[in-house]
């Protein structure tokens, strides 16, 4: 294989792992292909991806066929800015009330769906809204949105209550939400470990010239949202990169919830690539 393919979520939350590959400031050995988390989490369990950014809830229905890289997320520590319920009632009156779902993104639909019953103790009617379609303004008394949607949603003023998943999360577990995480398959690590090397050193040196260039990434996303550049850069600020043990610790735990109430078959063992040391480790959510 000359050049593997590696998946990148096309939401602005992203934009400090791929803006410096794109802008031609970090090489990455690569062919970038940007989508949707549920999209690149069908063409990589369809071997159509060999590194990408998944979905946590997706990983956690197939770690026995990735590798998690070490030292990458999108997570957060209280506000993540871009996983919101808007609501037009307070989210505790909204027992058997119509509650739209994204179909973009698995791991916030459970979120929501723990925090709905085990933080605020009610359960709406659920039901997913087609990919593709606008939100329903004058339709359900609430609705989950994500990534730049979301952003726009809570600027617009058009619900008034907003909550944050991300800081419903850590009020409810004290705990960092991880929501996606970087993943390569297992045959891919195996065969190609020099080329796995080299990706991953390009993401790590991209997340880094990020961090040292907080203006012309806001520059960058703003120019894409069409908003102002002080939007983004508060926005970034909120959001998280790395992978630490206070994430793992977030993570077992959502996976835990998850397998709890159902939305998982099984335990989950994250599996974490060993890097140029060639060990992995496991940690078990059960």
């Not at 294989?1 to 934009?15: H, I, K």
């Not at 990735?66 to 506000?79: E, F, H, K, T, Y």
């Amino acid at each position: 294989m000359d050049r593997p393919r590696l998946g990148r979520v096309s939401y602005l939350n992203c934009l400090p792992l791929f803006y410096p590959i794109e802008a031609g400031r970090v090489s990455v050995p690569a062919k970038i292909v940007a989508a949707h988390p549920a999209v690149l989490n069908a063409a990589f369990r369809r071997g159509e991806l060999e590194v990408t950014a998944v979905s946590s809830l997706a990983y956690g229905q197939f770690a026995g066929e990735a590798l998690v890289l070490p030292g990458l997320s999108i997570s957060c520590r209280g506000r993540v800015g871009s996983v919101l319920l808007a609501s037009r009632l307070p989210a505790e009156d909204l027992e058997g009330r119509p509650l739209s779902l994204t179909p973009y993104s698995a791991t916030s639909v459970v979120l929501l769906r723990i925090l709905m019953k085990r933080w605020y103790g009610v359960t709406p009617t659920y039901f997913t809204r087609p990919a593709g379609s606008l939100p329903e303004w004058e339709g359900p008394d609430a609705l989950l949105t994500i990534g730049d949607e979301a952003l726009q949603i809570a600027r617009s003023g058009r619900f008034p209550h907003i909550y944050d998943l991300g800081e419903e999360w850590l009020r409810f577990a004290g705990k960092p939400m991880v929501f996606a995480l970087w993943v390569v398959r297992k045959d891919f690590a195996a065969e190609n470990p020099d080329k796995l090397a080299a990706i991953w050193r390009a993401l790590q040196k991209a997340k880094a010239w990020s961090r040292e260039h907080p203006g012309a990434l806001a520059a960058a996303g703003a120019g894409r949202l069409e908003v102002e550049p002080e939007f983004v850069e508060d926005y970034f600020a909120l959001l998280n990169y790395d992978l630490e043990w206070p994430h793992l610790e977030g993570l077992l735990a959502f996976y835990r919830l998850a397998h709890m109430d159902g939305f998982l078959t099984h335990p989950v063992t994250i599996e974490i690539w060993g890097g140029e040391r060639d060990r992995s480790y496991r940690l078990q959510s059960a």
